[in-house]
């Protein structure tokens, strides 16, 4: 069974985001393209008008 | 995602979101008329990085004024207006002089890509060491790995752009040829002098 990596907390809101970078990138490696991608998607997509195709 | 550096290629078969669709329609028109490759942020939103941006930043290979009316005159018909100028004399004017001029889908302003020549070496070697990435859906020319965390640690150096270049590093850290970072970044120290 996969142990579940956890995220070290950041000091202050830069270096949580680059601690945030570092977790992601590691849930890039352990998964499949189709999968992280599709959760990247939903922030990505988002920022196109919703009638669009 | 497979990163072959000796192939300078990367396979990736992540699902599509908007923004890679349109930058595929997008960089399909460019190529019919000139080499192309995309720098800076979306590089790294095509590896994962999970962020928005507005632009996607584009240099293109010098091209003549013939050339470049037939890019614009395509442009035009698939739905892309320029948001700087709607004379296109004019946009090839700000392009001679080292402008970006951004493109857009008809009726969007957001996001946009914003193309430009390379001015200096620096930027000119973008086209000696580009990588392809290959999607299922087609393909696309991004700077070197190594090229992009050289010039956003050492040469953009906002927030955004070391992040940007953690992710970057992060992801292929094992890949990476850190003797050309090194060599970029000698590079960038003498045109900041």
């Given at each position: 069974m996969n142990k579940t990596k956890f995220m070290k907390p950041g000091k202050n809101n830069f270096e949580d985001r680059l601690n945030f970078i570092k977790f992601w990138v590691q849930q890039i490696k352990d998964s499949k393209d189709e999968e992280w991608s599709k959760q990247q998607n939903i922030l990505i997509n988002s920022q196109f008008p919703k009638n669009k195709n | 995602m497979e990163y072959i550096p000796f192939k300078r290629q990367i396979t990736l078969n992540r699902e599509l979101n908007k923004l890679d669709e349109l930058t595929l329609i997008f960089t399909q028109i460019l190529k019919k008329y000139t080499g192309y490759v995309i720098i800076s942020g979306y590089v790294s939103i095509l590896l994962g990085r999970a962020r928005a941006t507005e632009d996607i930043d584009v240099f293109i290979k010098k091209l003549d004024k013939k050339k470049f009316f037939e890019l614009w005159a395509e442009l035009e018909n698939k739905n892309f207006w320029c948001l700087?100028?709607?004379d296109v004399d004019e946009a090839y004017a700000y392009l001679i002089e080292g402008l970006g001029i951004r493109f857009a889908e008809k009726k969007n302003s957001i996001p946009n890509f914003e193309v430009k020549f390379s001015k200096n070496l620096l930027e000119q070697k973008n086209f000696e060491d580009f990588i392809k990435v290959k999607l299922k859906q087609g393909e696309v020319n991004i700077s070197s790995l190594e090229r992009q965390i050289a010039i956003k640690k050492?040469?953009?150096?906002s927030e955004k752009d070391i992040e940007d270049a953690l992710h970057i590093e992060e992801l292929f850290k094992d890949k990476l040829d850190y003797s050309k970072i090194n060599k970029i970044k000698s590079e960038i120290s003498i045109i900041l002098k």
């Open positions: - | 700087n100028t709607d050492y040469y953009l150096k």
